[in-house]
């Protein structure tokens, strides 16, 4: 079946400009997790949603950072006047929390982003 | 606070040799554990997690992780690796099933023939 994808795969913007990167979960996913991982290290959680409720973005580095899943499907992380420090992947994951369910948060393969 | 440590940045082993990537936690309260494993430009998979029971946990691959509370660890093994293990793994605590994943540097496992 479909897993969670993410576009565009690699993205290279000039240092001010502003990015929005997809992700489209698994299909009936309600949980969805944005990651940040920066070269060489660990990814570092930045955002949820439940459905189209964002529960928690406690780790967005900055208000330049902005998550949204209006429909409780995709979700867009968009990242305004982006800096070189916003160099990383982004990783988006989904999962089914119940019961039963084995709470497994399912990856995409990530969006590159280069900023120049 | 939750935090993670993997103990080895890099790991070089021997094809058909056995390895231990090391992996500690610090938490106050009861976690969650996991093990991911990053091939190079894919998404993280996961190995193993252990959510409550057996302290020994089986995954994917012919991997296996042991719970120690009394240490904080839970170390991933297997006991004779391929080629084909030739990754990053990740070890992830959370505190809150479903919950966000809280992740350690990660360890380069490098399987040499």
């Known amino acids: 079946g479909a897993g969670v994808s993410q576009s565009p795969r690699y993205k290279v913007a000039k240092r001010g400009q502003d990015v929005a990167l997809r992700c489209d979960p698994i299909s009936g996913h309600v949980s969805l997790f944005w990651y940040q991982q920066a070269l060489g290290q660990g990814p570092e959680f930045l955002t949820y949603f439940q459905n189209e409720a964002q529960l928690d973005k406690s780790g967005l580095p900055s208000d330049r950072f902005f998550a949204e899943r209006p429909e409780g499907s995709v979700s867009t992380l968009k990242i305004q006047r982006t800096q070189q420090e916003d160099s990383a992947v982004y990783l988006c994951?989904?999962?089914?929390?119940?019961?039963?369910?084995?709470?497994?948060?399912?990856f995409g393969p990530g969006t590159r982003l280069t900023v120049t | 606070a939750q935090s993670v440590t993997q103990l080895d940045s890099q790991v070089p082993v021997f094809e058909e040799a056995p390895v231990e990537l090391r992996c500690n936690y610090s938490?106050?309260?009861?976690?969650?554990l996991f093990w991911y494993v990053q091939y190079p430009n894919q998404g993280l998979q996961l190995l193993l997690k252990?959510?409550?029971?057996?302290?020994l946990v089986k995954g994917i691959n012919g991997f296996e992780a042991e719970f120690n509370k009394s240490q904080t660890s839970f170390h991933l093994r297997k006991p004779s690796v391929h080629i084909s293990d030739t990754a990053e793994y990740f070890c992830?605590?959370?505190?809150?099933?479903?919950?966000?994943?809280?992740f350690g540097q990660g360890t380069e496992l490098s399987v040499k023939p």
């Open positions: 994951a989904s999962s089914l929390p119940r019961r039963g369910n084995s709470y497994e948060q399912y």
């Open positions: 252990y959510l409550s029971g057996s302290t």
């Open positions: 992830a605590v959370s505190h809150a099933l479903g919950g966000k994943l809280i």
């Open positions: 938490s106050s309260v009861s976690v969650y």
